[in-house]
């Protein structure tokens, strides 16, 4: 297995339309790295330009230290699960895990062991006779990634691979990719998806893409409750985090913010004598929420609009105070509470603060 390297990575379309910018990226021997983002961020695009597809316009790619921009995919030590599954129809299971290794000229022997062993890592065995007509959505998709796993390549890149499964499948199937990934603890692994619970379940560490560059890369965690910037902070986490303005009235190991609503929020972030009154967003989660006691409140605002889920219930909140609009998420059901106006806080080490859209955490 190996790490990949990209350095001062750009993506250019004739000349003119730039994709991607300045990429400098650095992933380990054993990382599952995922890269998300909105649509048309790029994310396809590089791994495409990581597994050959697409020529790299400038900077350069290393795989296991050698670069490889001008060097076919076919010689690159990668191997690809697409979103269609691209099974051949009339071949069964072990006839299409083995045509790579039987294009290669591998012994029959060689094959049969290792079509056999990642038949056993997928839960393959039984099914390995069968026409890919006779298979489920997610047993497909398993064979499309035992093709890939019988190659032993240095480096698997995954391509939305479980967006044509229903929602199911999807869970399921993504387990058995994590599970997969246990197995292979030393396998370097690059995944796109626009599946933000994907994304937090899988990854070692996220890569998340947005205006053609990299806006932030980390660990799952890091990325939920340290967002650099506002669009990470958004980005990351459903329902998305709420956007409160604000101005700075106390400074210090602890910052004081009187909201433009009403309210104040203090928060854990640091800041500087020089911050006290600079305009800033107060960043909170919809589930940090909580319902607040007497006149200390962070948000007060009428309820439009209520979901009952079960084992939470969602407030939506008029706009006001300059806000967007404003989501709780509150454990428990609720009813009887549309129209009526309520009041919320929060904990303080639950609130970010953003300055010109950066977080003041990181400065």
Request: aromatic residues 6%.
């Given at each position: 297995m190996a790490n990949v390297k990209l350095t001062h990575?750009?993506?250019?379309?004739g000349g003119t339309v730039e994709v991607l910018?300045?990429?400098?990226?650095?992933?380990?021997?054993?990382?599952?790295?995922?890269?998300?983002?909105?649509s048309g961020c790029g994310k396809s695009t590089l791994l495409?330009?990581?597994?050959?597809?697409?020529?790299?316009?400038?900077?350069?790619?290393?795989?296991?230290?050698?670069?490889?921009?001008?060097?076919?995919?076919?010689?690159?030590?990668?191997?690809?699960?697409?979103?269609?599954?691209?099974?051949?129809?009339?071949?069964?299971?072990r006839d299409n895990m083995s045509f790579a290794l039987k294009l290669a000229k591998k012994s029959p022997q060689e094959i049969e062991d290792?079509?056999?062993?990642?038949?056993?890592?997928?839960?393959?065995?039984?099914?390995l006779?069968?026409?890919?007509?006779?298979?489920?959505?997610?047993?497909?998709?398993?064979?499309?990634?035992?093709?890939?796993?019988?190659?032993?390549?240095?480096?698997?890149?995954?391509?939305?691979?479980?967006?044509n499964l229903d929602a199911a499948l999807r869970a399921a199937t993504r387990i058995e990719i994590a599970q997969l990934k246990e197995q292979?603890?030393?396998?370097?692994?690059?995944?796109?998806?626009?599946?933000?619970?994907?994304?937090?379940?899988?990854?070692?560490?996220?890569?998340v893409l947005a205006n053609k560059g990299i806006a932030q890369v980390g660990t799952p965690l890091d990325l939920y409750e340290r967002p650099e910037n506002e669009f990470v902070a958004q980005f990351i986490g459903s329902p998305a985090m709420n956007l409160l303005p604000g101005?700075?009235?106390?400074?210090?190991?602890?910052?004081?913010?009187?909201?433009?609503?009403?309210?104040?929020a203090i928060s854990d972030v640091k800041s500087k004598a020089s911050d006290k009154g600079k305009e800033v967003n107060i960043g909170i989660r919809p589930e940090d929420f909580v319902l607040a006691e007497g006149d200390?409140?962070?948000?007060?605002?009428?309820?439009?609009?209520?979901?009952?889920?079960?084992?939470?219930?969602?407030f939506y909140f008029a706009k006001q105070g300059g806000a967007d609009v404003v989501i709780s998420k509150l454990p428990g059901i609720h009813t009887g509470v549309r129209g009526k106006t309520v009041r919320l806080s929060a904990p303080s080490s639950k609130v970010q603060v953003f300055h010109n859209g950066k977080s003041l955490y990181y400065r």
């Open positions: 990575v750009d993506k250019v379309y910018k300045d990429i400098n990226l650095d992933i380990k021997k054993g990382e599952l790295v995922v890269f998300v983002g909105p495409r330009m990581i597994a050959g597809l697409e020529k790299i316009t400038g900077g350069t790619l290393e795989i296991d230290g050698v670069v490889v921009n001008d060097i076919p995919p076919s010689q690159r030590g990668i191997a690809m699960v697409f979103q269609s599954y691209a099974l051949y129809p009339h071949m069964t299971v290792a079509v056999n062993r990642a038949a056993e890592k997928l839960q393959l065995t039984q099914y006779d069968r026409l890919p007509k006779a298979l489920s959505g997610g047993q497909r998709q398993r064979v499309a990634i035992g093709r890939s796993i019988v190659r032993d390549p240095k480096v698997y890149l995954f391509d939305e691979p479980l967006s292979m603890p030393d396998s370097t692994m690059i995944y796109v998806t626009h599946d933000q619970v994907e994304a937090m379940t899988l990854a070692s560490r996220i890569v101005e700075i009235i106390e400074t210090g190991e602890k910052t004081k913010v009187r909201l433009s609503g009403g309210g104040v200390d409140y962070t948000f007060e605002g009428k309820v439009n609009h209520r979901e009952a889920l079960g084992e939470v219930t969602l």
